[in-house]
């Protein structure tokens, strides 16, 4: 079963815009971490910001913030004031904390951002 | 450069052949990673590692496939009998040893990726 749910394929913001990218997730574990990495057009992958269940606080890493909404199992990453260097393809991820999966990141299809000038 | 490092960084193969991909870790993380992402994709996991111990072998991951970690340090993935639908990157990844069982950071650095091709 899927366990992460990105459900917008692509998206157009214009620069110095604020982009909102949906991440829905699946699990029945108390405790899990969730992530979001960007993946430019050169490949590599490239972590941004992280939040954990119990953390009480939305994440925020510069000019990346995660909205956290626990009971709607919902984690959209908030790009503020975009540049043409966020243009890159975006992944949410989650890490489950439980015997049998101790460790294993699951990762969504991802979401094409492209930046406009 | 102490980032995860990862060789080739393609193979074009014929199919039936095998191949093996390496992965040198960062080298302070006891977790390595495999995943393969098809184009368009996210990255599905593949295997994970626990220093020299394979911890979770994913259930889509064919007798084809194995990958071992002899001295908890690098990791090889050899592919045999390749086909066509093998065609993917293989990316490697490492993370930071934890310190129990509550949510960290812990987050995954990823490798540049094998990409391999299988005519």
């Known amino acids: 079963a899927q366990k992460i749910t990105q459900t917008q394929p692509g998206m157009f913001v214009q620069e110095k815009e604020a982009v909102t990218l949906d991440c829905t997730y699946d699990?029945?574990?108390?405790?899990?971490?969730l992530f979001w990495y960007k993946q430019p057009s050169s490949g590599e992958m490239i972590f941004l910001i992280y939040?954990?269940?119990?953390?009480?606080q939305n994440a925020t890493e510069g000019r990346y913030s995660l909205n956290f909404q626990k009971a709607r199992k919902s984690a959209n990453l908030v790009i503020s004031a975009s540049q043409l260097g966020d243009s890159a393809m975006y992944f949410c991820?989650?890490?489950?904390?439980?015997?049998?999966?101790?460790?294993?990141?699951?990762f969504g299809a991802g979401t094409q951002v492209v930046v406009t000038p | 450069d102490t980032g995860v490092s990862q060789d080739p960084r393609h193979k074009i193969t014929k199919r039936g052949q095998n191949v093996t991909f390496r992965c040198d870790p960062i080298?302070?993380?006891?977790?390595l990673y495999w995943y393969r992402q098809t184009l368009g994709q996210g990255p599905e996991f593949l295997t994970y590692?626990?220093?020299?111990?394979?911890?979770?072998k994913s259930r889509l991951l064919s007798d084809r496939f194995s990958a071992e970690r002899p001295k908890g340090s690098f990791s090889t993935l050899e592919i045999q009998r390749t086909e066509q639908g093998d065609s993917a990157m293989y990316l490697c990844?490492?993370?930071?040893?934890?310190?129990?069982?509550?949510?960290?950071?812990?987050?995954?650095?990823f490798g540049e990726g094998s990409r391999l091709t299988v005519l």
């Open positions: 080298s302070e993380h006891n977790r």
């Open positions: 990844a490492s993370s930071s040893p934890e310190g129990g069982r509550t949510p960290s950071s812990g987050e995954l650095f």
């Open positions: 590692f626990q220093n020299e111990a394979q911890l979770e």
């Open positions: 939040q954990g269940s119990y953390d009480q």
């Open positions: 991820a989650m890490r489950e904390i439980r015997t049998d999966s101790w460790g294993k990141f699951q």
């Open positions: 699990t029945s574990d108390p405790s899990y971490g």
